[in-house]
């Protein structure tokens, strides 16, 4: 009888390839998706000692130097972007809680001899605008020089919050000015219908809903939001009269809302100085009644903890893929200092 041979073995290298290839694919699947979260739950366990989540570690700042050497310091704070906006945990634009905090630590430091905010906004809003005008109010009234380096814009609130400077510099080509307060609502009444949509509202007082994109603005309703504006534009106005030694009649005159250009702002008597950064660096230097200094940034100090949790804190824009939640859901109207073209 013919006998059947018997089966090959499969070469033990074989299944040892398969067994590493295997291994390595789950390796890289677990390590994207079951070892971040495992992280993050730990970091957040760790921080709060087993119980609930405690509060965020105050934020601490770090030195970046930019140039020079010695003990004196010079602070370059930036304001970036629209003020109060929000930001993300990849954004270089500083929220207004961290410039805030940037001012107090300039300001508690013994070493920093002067700051220098370095101004790039077309403004932002109003409260906003004047908790970091305060803010910088307080570093003046430590006796520390405050000087202000425009950039290529520093429109409404970013003129707003550069006059409490000793000495405010622009580039010939700024763009800045803008005086003045905005309040913008979005009327959709026709599209509604147009959907087919309806409003339905049930409000305690005629005025509950003012500013409602679903029907017409009455005439009672415009008086009232523009008194508002007009409120917010006199409190613009008299921090341009305290922090400029100005006329009010004439700050009254250039805040209609037009922009000005470095050099029209510094013949007009907004700014004290044309100049770029450089120039401002020394304008504080010379403030300060020193000859050299450490000029700096700061940059966040902090636990991963912190940051991953600020981060979390953000406000996350809901999926609207279509469109319709601007219609059904619309952002509240917010009062700005801020150039809106």
Not at 10 to 25: D, E, K, Q, T, V
Not at 199 to 226: C, F, H, N, W
Not at 273 to 299: F, H, P, Q, W
């Amino acid at each position: 009888m013919e006998q059947t041979p018997a089966p090959q073995a499969r070469p033990a290298g074989s299944n040892r390839s398969w067994l590493i290839a295997l291994s390595i694919i789950l390796g890289i699947f677990f390590s994207c998706t079951l070892l971040p979260l495992g992280a993050f739950a730990l970091l957040l366990a760790a921080g709060s000692g087993g119980g609930s989540v405690g509060p965020v570690p105050a934020i601490s700042w770090d030195e970046q130097v930019v140039e020079g050497a010695g003990a004196n310091r010079i602070v370059i704070i930036d304001v970036t972007g629209a003020i109060g906006g929000a930001t993300d945990l990849f954004s270089t634009q500083l929220s207004q809680q961290e410039i805030i905090s940037q001012i107090r630590q300039a300001a508690r430091d013994g070493r920093v001899r002067a700051l220098v905010l370095r101004v790039d906004s077309p403004g932002g809003g109003v409260v906003a605008s004047n908790e970091i005008h305060a803010e910088l109010q307080k570093f003046r009234d430590t006796g520390k020089p405050l000087v202000v380096s425009m950039g290529s814009v520093a429109a409404s609130g970013g003129y707003y919050i550069s006059t409490p400077a000793q000495r405010i510099y622009a580039n010939p080509d700024t763009l800045t000015g803008s005086l003045g307060v905005i309040l913008a609502t979005l009327n959709y009444e026709e599209a509604f219908e147009w959907l087919g949509l309806q409003s339905i509202v049930y409000k305690s007082g005629e005025m509950k809903d003012i500013g409602s994109p679903t029907r017409a603005t009455t005439a009672e309703e415009m008086a009232v939001l523009q008194s508002i504006v007009d409120d917010a534009f006199d409190g613009f106005v008299q921090v341009i009269v305290d922090g400029r030694g100005m006329d009010e009649a004439q700050v009254r005159t250039l805040a209609d809302g037009r922009l000005y250009t470095g050099r029209q702002a510094y013949d007009l008597g907004l700014v004290d100085a044309l100049g770029n950064l450089d120039a401002a660096l020394e304008g504080a230097k010379e403030l300060a009644g020193i000859e050299s200094a450490m000029v700096v940034r700061y940059t966040r100090v902090g636990s991963l903890r912190s940051i991953l949790m600020s981060n979390l804190e953000q406000p996350q824009a809901p999926n609207d893929p279509l469109g319709l939640r601007v219609l059904t859901d619309p952002p509240v109207p917010i009062l700005e200092y801020r150039w809106q073209p």
